[in-house]
Each structure stands twice: as structure tokens, then as C-alpha cells.
């Protein structure tokens, strides 16, 4: 079976759209060295209980486990152990068969796992070149549909629908 990586943040819940007002308010870029401290010392569970699912994601999710096509694992970054519990907690509840990696944020995602002929679903650009570099399959997650050079998905159960990714 072939092995499907999906991303969490950007891919399963949209934490962006809630930790970036929470940012501005507090007047830190996004880029600021300060903003690291914010997502450092954020409270995982509070934030995941109120950020929206992204496209009918957890069931789009059971879906795809449920084809038997793709041994299915989230394959996320992390900067916290409380960022790690926090999506632990979230995914096991929802869909408790589904394994879980945690990457340490200074580590790439091709380097904790082996990309060779495997998918990653991701939102961002630098892992999919990092992943497609290293003989990996990527695919590009865009909730609004906006194109890039690779295979580019709007909701996850169309993976099941790319008869190239399956084939490889
Ligand atoms: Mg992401």
C-alpha cells in the first residue's frame, strides 16, 4: 500500500486563521522572533477546540483510510510538547486508528521519514520541494484552489480521484 503523509495545520484545521489575529492584536508579525514565544507557550487544546476544520477534512480523512489505497498517517510540525498533545488529543478522537508524527520544527519532514515513492499533502511550498526533491510525491493543498507546480488538491478525498498519484 502506498504511504500518504497529510499535513495538520494549513491541511486539517485552519489554526492559521486563529492564531493570526491573536498575533496582530498583540501587535507581532508573523515573522518576529516574538511570535515563536506565542506559539511556544500557546494552549493547544483552547486553540484546536475553536479552529474550524478545513473542507470536511476528518471525514475526508476516514474516507481515504476507509479505500484501503494509502497506509494514512498526519505528518506535522511542531514547536511545543503541548502543541504535540494538543493535535494528538485532537486526531485520536476523531479518528483513532490514524497514526500520528510529530516533526520538531527544526527538522524537515523528508528527514523523519523516508519520501521515497510516498505522497505528502501539504500547504507549504518549501516541504513539497524538500519532498520532491528527495524522490517523494507531492501534493499541493489549497483550500482556494490556487495552482502550483505540483498536483494541487482542494479537499482531501480527491486524492483518491488522481489516478497518477496511485499508480507510481
Ligand atoms: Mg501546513
Same mark, same amino acid.
Given at each position: 500500500m502506498k504511504k500518504l503523509y497529510i499535513d495538520f495545520d494549513g491541511v486539517i484545521l485552519d489554526t492559521i486563521k486563529v492564531t493570526y489575529p491573536m498575533l496582530?492584536?498583540?501587535?507581532i508579525?508573523?515573522? @518576529?522572533?516574538?511570535?515563536?514565544?506565542?506559539?511556544?507557550n500557546l494552549d493547544w487544546d483552547h486553540i484546536i477546540k475553536q479552529t474550524p476544520e478545513i473542507n470536511?477534512?476528518?471525514n475526508c480523512i476516514k474516507?481515504?483510510?476507509k479505500s484501503n489505497l494509502f497506509e494514512v498517517k498526519v505528518l506535522t510540525h511542531?514547536?511545543?510538547?503541548?502543541?504535540?498533545?494538543?493535535?494528538i488529543r485532537y486526531l485520536k478522537s476523531r479518528v483513532p486508528e490514524l497514526e500520528v508524527i510529530l516533526v520538531p520544527k527544526e527538522i524537515n519532514?523528508? @528527514?523523519?521519514?523516508?519520501?521515497? @515513492?510516498?505522497i505528502l499533502i501539504d500547504d507549504f511550498?518549501?516541504?513539497?520541494?524538500?519532498?520532491?526533491?528527495?524522490?517523494?510525491?507531492?501534493?499541493?493543498?489549497?483550500d482556494n484552489g490556487k495552482k502550483s507546480k505540483y498536483i494541487t488538491i482542494t479537499k482531501l478525498d480527491q486524492i483518491l480521484d488522481i489516478e497518477s498519484v496511485k499508480e507510481v
Amino acid at each position: 500500500m502506498k504511504k500518504l503523509y497529510i499535513d495538520f495545520d494549513g491541511v486539517i484545521l485552519d489554526t492559521i486563521k486563529v492564531t493570526y489575529p491573536m498575533l496582530k492584536k498583540l501587535n507581532i508579525s508573523p515573522k @518576529d522572533e516574538e511570535a515563536l514565544d506565542f506559539y511556544y507557550n500557546l494552549d493547544w487544546d483552547h486553540i484546536i477546540k475553536q479552529t474550524p476544520e478545513i473542507n470536511d477534512s476528518i471525514n475526508c480523512i476516514k474516507k481515504i483510510i476507509k479505500s484501503n489505497l494509502f497506509e494514512v498517517k498526519v505528518l506535522t510540525h511542531i514547536i511545543s510538547y503541548n502543541e504535540g498533545l494538543g493535535k494528538i488529543r485532537y486526531l485520536k478522537s476523531r479518528v483513532p486508528e490514524l497514526e500520528v508524527i510529530l516533526v520538531p520544527k527544526e527538522i524537515n519532514k523528508c @528527514d523523519i521519514v523516508n519520501p521515497k @515513492d510516498a505522497i505528502l499533502i501539504d500547504d507549504f511550498l518549501g516541504n513539497l520541494d524538500l519532498w520532491h526533491k528527495h524522490g517523494g510525491i507531492a501534493v499541493k493543498f489549497s483550500d482556494n484552489g490556487k495552482k502550483s507546480k505540483y498536483i494541487t488538491i482542494t479537499k482531501l478525498d480527491q486524492i483518491l480521484d488522481i489516478e497518477s498519484v496511485k499508480e507510481v
